[in-house]
């Protein structure tokens, strides 16, 4: 007997099997060495005397396969003589049905490409059906098929060629069809062709430093499209659209993809001087049209990574005619890689100590009187930086007393203008004194409503202006100065104001913060000459600071505690505030002009006069006592201004560099006695500033600004 289904379909029908016997009986069964099969079930439907009727059901379909068992019938007498049996072998045939299967078939290609649409290696349709007598076919010539015909399982590749077909979207079937069964199946396939996409090669970064050559700023690319460019029917025309920044030039401004067009990018050197270091991303955005239409574009990435030396300015940037000295020169890139930069003024090369990438110095010759600008030898032909050196002629002034009948804060003299500024808080003013031949006279003031203290850019361009609440600069470079506000008083509470400026080289101001109405220390700040920006910084009572003037170091402290507070040293070459070794309740303070010299007097009234002490606060000296005291800018001398009410006002220099006298004092090396007195009465204290060489020092009192040559 014979059963024949399809996997998972409903089970074949039920056969009936009769056998004829001559025994007192009979059973149904298996042979001993035969296991009851779990896909059949076998039922006793009804008997006679000789005949017995069985009912053979098949229950699992749900693999494929043939199975067989042998049923066993047996019959013989009620004592179990004479045995007879007879065998029935039953099969069961399962088959896998026939059937299709294919996933989602979709091509893409370019069109003119060697390479086949995509995915190259097609697309697979299974069949299957143990029976099965397949055929396959495609609707459009463009469908390839790895086989059209087969028996049994079997896979049909699916490959697409866009040879031939223009810019479009294309439809066709495949239908597989089955003989045996009259069942088939059928795939939908869809091929896209595209133009081709314009192209260009990647171009290299473009790396500057001070070795670099004009090769440097230059590639070649070509601007092509997918297919290399191979098919004129295919090409695409373009046109540059844009490019983001200013520094790269691109050439040609337009062409097509085949053959590809040869394009030139150039980094514009004139470009490098304004850019900080750093990398910097631009973007090439061409327009094109091709066989789909036009308004496409194609974005070029271009890198520069720009590492060159920049002077930005020079400290002191004023220097005397005749004489060379040392300055600091602050910038940028002074420790990027290449060649070690060679500095120059004007065609002078300078001997030069790198400190840190943003710090050179250097010792600079004899030069003639003039502007000088400090640049870096380079291979580009490019001004790297702005700082300038202002070579003055000594200034030869004569003694003149000015009248001026007021009260003045900060003295500040500017060399290269040969002005004279005075801080005035009682008529909230800046008052201004110029000379014109070898007369002083006073120019209009500049009204600035609660001024507190006035000081000059590293580079002497701008008058740094510190108001109550806030903080300003003068372009000094212009014919009519104006007061441009930059920042404002950040905790006015409890009276805090914008108190003092002292101005490092390193393109920070400390600016000194103080309380009005009420008693305690207070955040001083850095003011970023760039940005604008204000930086907290360390905390003051009733502070004071003063400033060397090559700006390499700025001295600061306290008044008013008990006991003495620390006195502070600021290094300009990283913004760092160091603890000093003394303490003082601070009343005044100079700094020579390299800081080799610093003069300090306490407000204790312990010891009287002004003690002297080197860079790092040892004690080198003492001042007598007087109405003000000041280092000269080169550090050879003190300039003390004295009016006891007998020996009559007068200006004593002190010798820095001399042996020590009695009491461990600097030696008296001149005393120029003063025709007239700055102040309305004796001892009374005045403001001090010298020239830029040091041969004459302003004296201003309560009464008079008087103009002392000392040389």
């Known amino acids: 007997m014979t059963f024949t289904a399809e996997v998972g379909a409903a089970a074949p029908a039920t056969q009936n099997v009769r056998a004829t016997f001559r025994g007192d009986g009979v059973l149904v069964g298996y042979p001993p060495e035969v296991s009851a099969p779990s896909w059949l079930s076998v039922n006793a439907i009804g008997q006679t005397a000789t005949t017995i009727d069985v ?10 396969g043939t199975r067989t068992t042998t049923l066993r019938f047996v019959t013989g007498k009620a004592d179990g003589s004479q045995i007879k049996f007879a065998d029935v072998q039953v099969t069961c045939i399962i088959t896998a049905p026939f059937r299709a299967t294919a996933p989602a078939m979709t091509f893409s290609a370019v069109g003119g490409a060697a390479q ?17 007598r397949w055929r396959a076919s495609a609707s459009q010539p463009w469908l390839s098929l790895s086989r059209t015909s087969g028996t049994g399982p079997g896979v049909v590749a699916v490959t697409a060629d866009a040879t031939g077909l223009a810019v479009g979207t294309y439809q066709a079937d495949v239908v597989v069809a089955d003989d045996a069964s009259g069942r088939q199946g059928s795939f939908s396939v869809t091929l896209t062709v595209r133009a081709p ?26 601007v092509s499209d997918e297919i290399g460019g191979t098919s004129p029917t295919w090409a695409a025309s373009w046109a540059l659209q844009s490019i983001s920044a200013d520094w790269l030039h691109w050439s040609p401004g337009s062409g097509t993809s085949s053959p590809p067009s040869a394009v030139t990018l150039t980094v514009d050197a004139t470009k490098l001087a304004a ?4 990398t910097y991303a631009a973007a090439v955005v061409l327009s094109y049209s091709n066989a789909e239409g036009a308004g496409q574009t194609l974005t070029v990435p271009v890198s520069l990574t720009l590492c060159l030396p920049r002077a930005e300015r020079v400290a002191p940037y004023i220097a005397t005619a005749g004489q060379g000295g040392h300055i600091y020169v602050r910038g940028a890139g002074y420790a990027c890689g290449g060649p070690t930069p060679v500095a120059r003024i004007g065609t002078s090369e300078l ?12 010792d600079y010759p004899s030069l003639a009187a003039g502007r000088y600008r400090l640049g870096f030898d380079n291979r580009l032909g490019i001004e790297l930086g702005t700082a300038e050196l202002v070579v003055l002629s000594p200034p030869g002034l004569s003694y003149q007393a000015v009248n001026a009948p007021s009260t003045r804060g900060r003295l500040a003299y500017d060399a290269e203008r040969e002005t004279l500024y005075a801080v005035n808080e009682t008529d909230q003013s800046i008052e201004r004194y110029a000379r014109s031949g070898n007369t002083w006279s006073a120019l209009s003031p500049i009204v600035v409503p609660s001024v507190r203290d006035v000081d000059f850019s590293p580079d002497g361009r701008l008058l740094l202006v510190a108001a109550a609440d806030s903080l300003g600069e003068i372009d ?9 506000q930059r920042a404002t008083n950040p905790d006015p509470f409890c009276g805090g104001h914008f108190a003092q400026l002292a101005v490092p080289n390193s393109g920070k101001v400390f600016v000194v913060f103080k309380l009005a109405g009420c008693s305690g220390y207070s955040q001083s700040y850095l003011y970023d000459l760039r940005t604008h920006a204000l930086t907290q910084t360390e905390f003051l009572y009733n502070g004071i600071a003063v400033a060397s003037a090559d700006g390499s170091r700025i001295y600061m402290g306290s008044n008013g505690l008990s006991p003495p507070p620390e006195v502070f040293i600021f290094n300009a070459l990283n913004n760092a505030i160091v603890t000093g070794p003394v303490n003082y309740n601070l009343a005044a303070a100079s700094v020579s002009g390299d800081a080799s010299r ?44 004295r009016d006891d009410g007998t020996a009559g006002p007068r200006l004593e220099v002190f010798d820095l560099k001399g042996a020590l006298t009695a009491g461990a004092l600097y030696p008296l090396a001149k005393t120029v006695a003063l025709a007239d007195s700055p102040n309305t009465a004796a001892d009374q204290s005045v403001r001090l500033v010298s020239t830029a060489d040091d041969s004459a020092v302003f ?4 009464a008079r600004i008087l103009v002392v040559p000392v040389s």
């Open 699 to 702: 004296v201003s009192g309560a």
């Open 598 to 641: 610093v003069l300090l007097r306490g407000a204790d009234g312990i010891l009287p006069g002004t003690d002297v002490y080197s860079r790092a606060l040892s004690l080198t000296g003492h001042l007598p006592a007087g109405g003000g005291a000041l280092a000269s800018r080169d550090s050879s001398r003190a300039f003390v201004y």
């Open 55 to 64: 009912s053979l059901r098949v229950t699992d379909t749900a693999t494929s």
């Open 116 to 132: 086949p649409p995509e995915p190259a290696l097609g697309y697979t349709v299974a069949i299957q059906g143990d029976q099965a």
């Open 351 to 362: 001997a030069n100590t790198i400190d840190t990438d943003t710090q050179m110095q250097a």
């Open 197 to 222: 996409r314009l192209t260009a090669t990647a171009v290299s970064a473009f790396a500057v430093d001070l070795g670099s050559t004009p090769a440097a700023l230059t590639r070649q690319i070509n």
């Open 275 to 278: 850019l900080d270091n750093g």
């Open 476 to 484: 000094l470079t212009t014919a009519t100065p104006s007061l441009v």
